[in-house]
T-cell receptor
Framework: EDQVTQSPEALRLQEGESSSLNCSYTVSGLRGLFWYRQDPGKGPEFLFTLYSAGEEKEKERLKATLTKKESFLHITAPKPEDSATYLCAVSSNTGKLIFGQGTTLQVKP | DVKVTQSSRYLVKRTGEKVFLECVQDMDHENMFWYRQDPGLGLRLIYFSYDVKMKEKGDIPEGYSVSREKKERFSLILESASTNQTSMYLC?????????????FGEGSWLTVV
C-alpha cells in the first residue's frame, strides 16, 4: 500500500538550532517527491520537487535530499519566520498523489 | 509563476444551502483538484478533473459535486451544506501527475456551515 509518514509530528527549535524533518515513503513507482510549506490558514506553498535518489535541492536555509526510502528537509540556522507546517507528498506512476500528515515546526527567538 | 485563485477566502453558510466554491488557474494545467483539510486528518481528496468536462471521485466525494466547463476553471458544489462540511477547502492544479509534475495550491477557502 502506498504510504507517506512524516516525523516528528511537531518540532520546537531555538533560533539558530539546525535540525532535519523526515519523510518516509512506500510507493509503487516514484515519480516525484514534493515538499510544501503551509502557514496557518493558508494553502500549501511549493518548496521543492525531487525525482531520484541522491538528488538535493536548496533554497535559503532549506535543503531537501532524497533516498530510495525517505527524504529529509534540513533546516540550517532557522529563524522564527521558518515556523510553519511542512508537508511531504509523493506521486506514483499511477498518477496518485499521497500526502503525509505534516511536521509542525516552531522556532523560538 | 503558477497562480491558482480561489474566489472566496471565507464563507459562512446555513445548513441546507447550496454552496459554490470557484477556482481558476492560469497555467493551462490539465489536472485540477479539490481537497479538504481538517485538523488531525490531513489533506483528503474530494474530486479531481483531468480534462474539461471530465471528473473522477477522490477519497471523500459524498455530499459534493464538481463542474469543469472550461480548462482553467474548476468548481466545487455542496448541494445541501451540512455542519460536518465545515472545513478548509483547497483547490490545486498540475500537469500530468504520473510524469512527476508539481501540484500547485490556491490560498484556501474557509467554509463554516451553521
Amino acid at each position: 500500500e502506498d504510504q507517506v509518514t512524516q516525523s516528528p509530528e511537531a518540532l520546537r527549535l531555538q533560533e539558530g538550532e539546525s535540525s532535519s524533518l523526515n519523510c518516509s515513503y512506500t510507493v509503487s513507482g516514484l515519480r516525484g517527491l514534493f515538499w510544501y510549506r503551509q502557514d496557518p490558514g493558508k494553502g500549501p506553498e511549493f518548496l521543492f520537487t525531487l525525482y531520484s535518489a541522491g538528488e538535493e535541492k536548496e533554497k535559503e536555509r532549506l535543503k531537501a535530499t532524497l533516498t530510495k526510502k525517505e527524504s529529509f528537509l534540513h533546516i540550517t540556522a532557522p529563524k522564527p519566520e521558518d515556523s510553519a507546517t511542512y508537508l511531504c507528498a509523493v506521486s506514483s506512476n499511477t498518477g496518485k498523489l499521497i500526502f503525509g500528515q505534516g511536521t509542525t515546526l516552531q522556532v523560538k527567538p | 509563476d503558477v497562480k491558482v485563485t480561489q474566489s472566496s477566502r471565507y464563507l459562512v453558510k446555513r445548513t441546507g444551502e447550496k454552496v459554490f466554491l470557484e477556482c481558476v488557474q492560469d497555467m493551462d494545467h490539465e489536472n485540477m483538484f479539490w481537497y479538504r483539510q481538517d485538523p488531525g486528518l490531513g489533506l483528503r481528496l474530494i474530486y479531481f478533473s483531468y480534462d474539461v468536462k471530465m471528473k473522477e471521485k477522490g477519497d471523500i466525494p459524498e455530499g459534493y459535486s464538481v463542474s469543469r466547463e472550461k480548462k482553467e476553471r474548476f468548481s466545487l458544489i455542496l448541494e445541501s451544506a451540512s455542519t460536518n462540511q465545515t472545513s478548509m477547502y483547497l483547490c490545486a492544479s498540475s500537469l500530468l501527475l504520473s510524469s512527476g509534475n508539481t501540484i500547485y495550491f490556491g490560498e484556501g477557502s474557509w467554509l463554516t456551515v451553521v
